[in-house]
């Protein structure tokens, strides 16, 4: 709960930061968001195809190796940073409206503010699902489901993963 909590926080203030810079740049923000979507679909690209060729017993067994390293606050901070860093595509369009108006708002008085307080919201929204199903009983016990079912479909998850991520490369063209 607590790293759940950790994880919103940091992506909603680095939100919060890129609303600023947004303001700051106005619309060659956009530019750098479809360079982010490029790396992140090629980053779920690679893991799908991990997936498909056999290699999720591999990739869990490292990933069992790794987290006893990782602090327990640092797992939730690295995590919302990379998702603070890639805004979901599904919400460009309302992206490109905060942005628009940071970038409007940058011309008069109150533009870094402006940025910087919508995209804290959106952080925060974004986050709120995951929020709500980390702290519920019903929430916790979907996700526990669904991470059995996932484990169970090493070849439907990987290429879901790769639908992802080549949808998300695709969104910049």
Same mark, same amino acid.
């Given at each position: 709960m607590l790293q759940t909590l950790i994880f919103t926080a940091v992506r909603a203030a680095l939100m919060a930061a890129l609303g600023m810079? %947004?303001? *700051?740049?106005?619309?060659?923000?956009? &530019?750098?968001?479809?360079?982010?979507?490029?790396?992140? /679909?090629?980053? !779920?690209i690679t893991l799908g195809l991990?997936?498909?060729?056999?290699?999720?017993?591999?990739?869990?067994?490292?990933?069992h190796r790794l987290l006893p390293r990782v602090s327990a606050i640092s797992g939730g901070v690295t995590l919302g940073a990379?998702?603070?860093?890639?805004?979901?595509?599904?919400? %460009?369009? *309302?992206?490109?409206?905060?942005?628009? &108006?940071?970038?409007a708002q940058?011309?008069?008085?109150? /533009?870094?503010? !402006?940025?910087?307080?919508?995209l804290l919201v959106f952080g925060?929204?974004?986050?709120?699902p995951l929020v709500l199903a980390v702290f519920t009983q019903r929430g916790r016990r979907m996700l526990n489901a669904i991470a059995r079912l996932a484990s169970r479909m090493p070849r439907v998850t990987g290429a879901v993963l790769v639908l992802l991520g080549l949808w998300s490369i695709s969104l910049v063209f």
């Open positions: 810079l %947004a303001a *700051l740049i106005g619309t060659r923000f956009l &530019g750098i968001q479809h360079g982010l979507w490029v790396v992140l /679909g090629s980053f !779920y991990i997936y498909l060729c056999g290699g999720a017993a591999w990739m869990i067994r490292q990933t990379v998702f603070g860093l890639n805004i979901p595509a599904c919400a %460009a369009p *309302l992206l490109a409206v905060l942005l628009g &108006g940071a970038a940058a011309e008069a008085s109150g /533009g870094m503010m !402006y940025g910087a307080s919508t925060l929204a974004l986050s709120s």
